[in-house]
């Protein structure tokens, strides 16, 4: 049997006749279906007219007003992922699906990516930023000590994803705030100087008057400070015999800056560089912390116990070609100059 063209017109004369003659002889006539002609009487009497059903079609096209509203549903939740996102755009612009909305972030610059973690910089911190920066002007880095202390841990931290757009890497929303986390780990001290380093010293805490252990003044006083640091700076100090003395940089940790520490150290003629808080990307020992941790975590197989970790450490320190650290220390002036234009918030170092 030859179906039936799907015409209005011949719908409504099926209707017509199937009010006076079985819908099976209905068929007959028309060389169709019965079910043909069911649908017909059924959309007849459920609309009051026999126009076949209008297909959707395609969603109607994104214009710059509806981008701009998805852009702030973006930068509002930024930490969600697109099919969460989802629902939101639905709830506020309008009902589109899945792949319109990947287009659509895509023509505004979005992209998926890992957020940053950098420390929150409030107003004052904004600002004793900005007077070091004006304070450092024309030093000399290579007669800088760059000094710290890293925790290595046995696990791996978790990553946070977010929506950004190129450049936005550290923007306040755009960053995580750096915490301190808790987890089987152990503490080394180290320092770089151009052309140099020290032993990468592993703390002994078994004797920490703390209330929660770790790494005390006292502690850092007696196995860095009157040690190993004392020994960097005096094989700087002959470096530069005759050109003025060194400096010292190191962050303002509490084993760094408590009274009788800094006393004792400045008592030994060590000169210190007062280092801005919340700060990390102000000294170039961090990005060395950087490169250890990522060559240890690209280790082919990862140390299981504190022992090992050190080890392992304490192998890619000492084989680390120093031409790595140089250049950390020759970009301190560059560091400086981009706090400055990154209108004194964290920078990409």
């Known amino acids: 049997m030859v179906a039936c063209p799907e015409s209005p017109t011949k719908h409504a004369r099926m209707y017509e006749a199937s009010l006076y003659i079985p819908q099976k002889e209905v068929a007959s006539i028309f060389a169709c279906h019965r079910s043909t002609v069911r649908r ?4 007849r009497l459920q609309t009051g007219h026999n126009a076949p059903k209008r297909s959707s079609g395609r969603p109607p096209k994104l214009n710059d007003q509806l981008k701009r509203r998805i852009k702030r549903i973006l ?7 697109l099919p969460k996102i989802l629902p939101h755009v639905k709830a506020s612009v309008i009902d589109i699906g899945k792949t ?4 659509a972030v895509d023509e505004l610059g979005f992209s998926r990516c890992i957020a940053r973690t950098k420390p929150i910089l ?8 900005r007077e070091w920066v004006k304070r450092q002007k024309g030093q000399n880095w290579r007669k800088v000590i760059f000094t710290d202390e890293v925790a290595m841990r046995m696990d791996y931290s978790t990553r946070t994803w977010i929506w950004r757009k190129e450049g936005e890497e550290y923007a306040e929303d755009c960053m995580v705030p750096k915490l301190r986390q808790g987890g089987k780990s152990i503490m080394l001290w180290g320092a770089i100087w151009h052309g140099g380093r020290s032993e990468l010293v592993l703390f002994d805490q078994a004797k920490s008057g703390g209330k929660r252990g770790g790494v005390t003044g006292q502690i850092y006083l007696e196995q860095i400070t009157r040690e190993h640091l004392k020994r960097c ?8 015999r005759g050109y003025g003395h060194p400096y010292i940089l190191e962050d303002n940790a509490p084993v760094h800056t408590k ?6 150290a400045i008592a030994m003629g060590f000169k210190f560089i007062n280092h801005p ?16 941790k990522q060559h240890i975590s690209q280790l082919p197989r990862h140390p299981t116990s504190v022992g090992e970790l050190y080890e392992a450490a304490k192998k890619i320190w000492d084989e680390m070609d120093q031409s790595i650290m140089d250049k950390c220390i020759d970009s301190m002036e560059k560091r400086r100059k981009a706090v400055g234009k990154a209108h004194w918030f964290s920078t990409k170092y």
């Not at 409030?122 to 930023?129: F, I």
């Not at 009274?259 to 004792?264: G, L, S, W, Y």
């Not at 000294?283 to 950087?290: D, G, S």
Request: positive net charge.
């Open 75 to 81: 930068v509002q939740h930024r930490r969600l992922s």
């Open 259 to 264: 009274k009788e520490t800094r006393a004792e």
């Open 277 to 292: 808080p919340s700060s990390p990307d102000l000294n170039a020992i961090e990005n060395v912390w950087a490169i250890l």
């Open 40 to 43: 017909a009487v059924q959309r």
């Open 122 to 129: 409030d107003t004052q911190k904004r600002r004793q930023r």
């Open 100 to 103: 319109t909305l990947a287009k």
């Open 233 to 240: 700076w005096n094989k700087v100090k002959t470096r530069w």
